[in-house]
């Protein structure tokens, strides 16, 4: 038995702890999956009835928006529950008292719950292709899209799991911030369709960055538009896991 | 060499007038079985929560290896394994798993990893329970799986928050024994909290007693008895209705309806063997005092 223990690499931490995370997990993915695939799909329906007559441009908007809604209830709406649930149970205490860092502990859970979505994202993306007649043009950008797609919303869900005082307060505040996000522009509905203050709005929200990003590299066309959706997503993202990173009750802080 | 250096520590929360830990110092050396007994309350939890930095002091120091532990959060987590009271971690990973990921996390190597993981599901009495996961099992054996993930990785400290609560006789035996064992193979350095006196007496090097947040007293069992004023406890029974009689200066406590207990010093025990009348005696027990009788001796003085 040695005497000491070794800090492992980061991406051996990172491994270990995806996989605790999906072990944790392989019990409920199944209804994990119902809500990000069937959800989202039902109100692409619901509003593909509303948008016939608005043409292709309209039903393209549904069809992204309804993808960035999945990814928003199988990571924001999941993560937070999750992150609250580590704090009021004793379950953060524990990865605290090993030699982990608290990044790799919250990436490793953004990234098992991106791998817990992407079922429903797939199952979306085609069942609802096939609904509305969007013909697909994948771009290879995409690859890297879905996961920063995924990211804001995994931030935000941490953030609010971090900051709120119950379990109760963080399902309400979940529920309330994916509706704002997906209200506060153009992601579910085109942007002519909008007033112009929600137009507005939506040049920083990064949910209808997001969708705009899934939008050109799905179903084209690619223009310089996306280097702005991914860098106003990925700033968002950086914020607020700095904000993550402060506020998580990890180790002591000490202040003598 | 001391382990742990804890030096005038104290911690408050907000909103309560009392602290929690008050003005506490104390050492923990090297290779040595530290308890610390205490009543619901005292503020137990509070000091060990500190000493592994889940929780920041409001004041006083704490050394780990001579150094401060505010300034590296690595620096615990390298050295101390920790067992919790209660707590869900790992909850719906299957035991084997738990104490897998754990050992590797702690640094060994895969290999190393299945190994200590197939020697603690030994150790610990959880083969039988390898594949079942935590939320599956009875409160006892969550516990004994807990202990094993703050084995599991070999640390070189272990700071157990009640080990063996709501283990039953032949568990909280193996407990010990095991504990024990670490310590004299290994030289495992262990602190822990419990409320189970008697049989921490077993293991138990060296004592602090923990009394409403402040340490009243701390040193090895042995020199601390020295100071109780009677050290040896007399228990006798009597056939109901009947009592004993004993000289006037000794204090009999009545347990139950035909059992008395007596404390006396060595010097009294021959008069009061003489005294007793030994044809109406149904059980009669001697035994020195215990660590249960020195918390209650300190605790009461306070």
């Known amino acids: 038995m040695s005497k000491r223990s070794r800090a492992r690499s980061f991406p051996v931490q990172l491994v270990d702890l995806v996989l605790i995370e999906l072990s944790n997990w392989r019990w409920c993915w199944r209804s994990l999956v119902v809500v990000g695939a069937l959800v989202p799909l039902f109100g692409m329906v619901g509003l593909s009835i509303y948008a016939r007559d608005l043409g292709p441009q309209a039903l393209n908007t549904i069809y992204s928006g309804s993808l960035v809604m999945s990814l928003m209830l199988g990571n924001l709406g999941s993560i937070q529950s999750h992150v609250v649930f580590m704090r009021f149970q004793g379950t953060l205490d524990f990865f605290a008292t090993l030699p982990i860092h608290r990044f790799t502990l919250l990436l490793a859970i953004i990234v098992a719950f991106f791998l817990i979505s992407l079922p429903a994202l797939l199952a979306l993306l085609i069942i609802g292709s096939a609904l509305l007649k969007v013909s697909l043009a994948p771009h290879p950008l995409l690859l890297l899209v879905i996961p920063l797609c995924v990211v804001p919303m995994s931030a935000v869900g941490a953030l609010i799991g971090v900051n709120v005082e119950s379990p109760q307060q963080g399902n309400s505040l979940s529920i309330l911030t994916t509706f704002l996000f997906a209200g506060l522009g153009p992601v579910l509905f085109p942007a002519e369709r909008l007033p112009e203050i929600l137009r507005l709005i939506g040049e920083i929200n990064p949910a209808a960055r997001a969708a705009s990003a899934l939008r050109q590299t799905l179903i084209g066309p690619l223009d310089e538009q996306i280097m702005l959706d991914l860098a106003i997503v990925i700033g968002f993202t950086l914020c607020v896991l700095f904000l993550v990173g402060k506020k998580l009750d990890w180790r002591a802080r000490h202040r003598l | 060499?001391?382990?742990?250096?804890?030096?005038?520590?104290?911690?408050?929360?907000?909103?309560?007038?009392?602290?929690?830990?008050?003005?506490?110092?104390?050492?923990?050396?090297?290779?040595?079985?530290?308890?610390?007994?205490?009543?619901?309350?005292?503020?137990?939890?509070?000091?060990?929560?500190?000493?592994?930095?889940?929780?920041?002091?409001?004041?006083?120091?704490?050394?780990?290896?001579?150094?401060?532990?505010?300034?590296?959060?690595?620096?615990?987590?390298?050295?101390?394994?920790?067992?919790?009271?209660?707590?869900?971690?790992?909850?719906?990973?299957?035991?084997?798993?738990?104490?897998?990921?754990?050992?590797?996390?702690?640094?060994?190597?895969?290999?190393?990893?299945?190994?200590?993981?197939?020697?603690?599901?030994?150790?610990?009495?959880?083969?039988?329970?390898?594949?079942?996961?935590?939320?599956?099992?009875?409160?006892?054996?969550?516990?004994?799986?807990?202990?094993?993930?703050?084995?599991?990785?070999?640390?070189?400290?272990?700071?157990?928050?009640?080990?063996?609560n709501n283990l039953d006789p032949q568990k909280r035996r193996m407990v010990w024994d095991n504990l024990r064992q670490l310590n004299q193979e290994h030289g495992t350095t262990i602190l822990f909290i419990t409320h189970d006196a008697i049989e921490a007496e077993k293991i138990i090097e060296r004592v602090g007693i923990l009394h409403r947040g402040e340490l009243v007293v701390a040193g090895a069992p042995h020199a601390l008895k020295q100071n109780l004023k009677n050290k040896l406890r007399l228990e006798i029974a009597f056939e109901p209705g009947q009592a004993p009689l004993l000289r006037a200066d000794l204090t009999l406590r009545r347990l139950t309806r035909t059992r008395w207990q007596i404390y006396l010093e060595q010097h009294q025990l021959g008069d009061v063997m003489a005294a007793l009348d030994i044809d109406r005696l149904t059980d009669i027990k001697l035994n020195s005092a215990t660590l249960e009788d020195l918390y209650f001796h300190y605790v009461e003085a306070v």
């Open chain 2, 1 to 164: 060499m001391i382990v742990y250096d804890v030096g005038s520590l104290g911690k408050s929360y907000p909103g309560q007038a009392v602290p929690a830990n008050n003005n506490i110092s104390f050492q923990v050396r090297e290779g040595e079985i530290f308890g610390i007994l205490g009543e619901n309350g005292a503020g137990k939890t509070t000091l060990v929560k500190q000493m592994v930095n889940l929780l920041a002091p409001s004041s006083g120091s704490i050394q780990l290896y001579g150094k401060s532990i505010k300034h590296d959060s690595l620096h615990v987590p390298f050295i101390v394994g920790y067992m919790p009271q209660e707590s869900l971690a790992l909850n719906n990973l299957t035991a084997g798993e738990a104490l897998y990921f754990s050992a590797h996390l702690r640094g060994h190597s895969r290999r190393e990893a299945l190994d200590e993981r197939d020697r603690l599901l030994d150790r610990w009495q959880l083969y039988d329970l390898r594949d079942r996961h935590s939320s599956q099992m009875s409160g006892g054996q969550r516990r004994l799986l807990r202990l094993a993930v703050a084995v599991a990785g070999a640390s070189k400290v272990l700071v157990l928050d009640e080990p063996t």
